[in-house]
């Protein structure tokens, strides 16, 4: 079964500076995708970051960044240069299979991230 | 706005209940997803539609739960005899697979409270 851990119940950063959410997973699957979310407290889901089980390049979306480590079964989220916007709560989450074909998303506990000026 | 809504925003209602939450998706967007989330906790997979065709549900979507995707637009979420374990924040969010990613836009969700 699918399962997504975020060790991190929460994360404090100065603003400028860089911060790492941590996020592994466990999988049976070849294939999968790795998703991070941002959820601020008005409570959308806004999607961060993509990445792929075969990609062999670390994604990368402006200030977020997701550095992958398959063979660790990793997948932390690195934000550089924090913003007072970046506090709110952060998902991990994943996908089995290929894209294509329906697959739910699997989401870890989350990590609440607060940047202090 | 062009993303995905949701109504009611919030909702409060007393145990036994019946509920009916309605979520539109993006337009053009074919699979449409509800979730729920508890608090601290992140989303829970409940149920998925692709057009009007419901092709996945989860062992937490009891009999209590119904989903409905008429015409393939909008879709409704009734629980039925609410318990106190049904509060939670429900969630709905739309897909289409482009360049071979489906990422799913999440709306606003509904929050639930049975008292």
């Known amino acids: 079964a699918q399962k997504i851990t975020q060790t991190q119940p929460g994360m404090f950063v100065q603003e400028k500076e860089a911060v790492t959410l941590d996020c592994t997973y466990d999988?049976?699957?070849?294939?999968?995708?790795l998703f991070w979310y941002k959820q601020p407290s008005s409570g959308e889901m806004i999607f961060l970051i993509y990445q792929g089980s075969y990609d062999e390049q670390n994604a990368t979306e402006g200030r977020y960044s997701l550095n992958f480590q398959k063979a660790r079964k990793s997948a932390n989220l690195v934000i550089s240069a924090s913003q007072l916007g970046d506090s709110a709560m952060y998902f991990c989450?994943?996908?089995?299979?290929?894209?294509?074909?329906?697959?739910?998303?699997?989401f870890g506990t989350g990590t609440r991230l607060l940047v202090s000026p | 706005d062009t993303g995905v809504s949701q109504d009611p925003r919030h909702k409060i209602t007393k145990r036994g209940q019946n509920v009916t939450f309605r979520c539109d998706p993006i337009?053009?967007?074919?699979?449409l997803y509800w979730y729920r989330q508890t608090l601290g906790q992140g989303p829970e997979f409940l149920t998925y539609?692709?057009?009007?065709?419901?092709?996945?549900k989860s062992r937490l979507l009891s009999d209590r739960f119904s989903a409905e995707r008429p015409k393939g637009s909008f879709s409704t979420l009734e629980i039925q005899r609410t318990e106190q374990g049904d509060s939670a924040m429900y969630l709905c969010a739309s897909s289409l697979v482009v360049r071979g990613l489906d990422e799913q836009f999440f709306g606003p969700g509904t929050r639930l409270t049975v008292l």
């Open positions: 337009s053009e967007h074919n699979r």
């Open positions: 999988t049976s699957d070849q294939s999968y995708g």
């Open positions: 539609f692709q057009n009007e065709a419901q092709l996945e």
């Open positions: 989450a994943m996908r089995e299979g290929e894209n294509t074909g329906f697959q739910k998303l699997v």
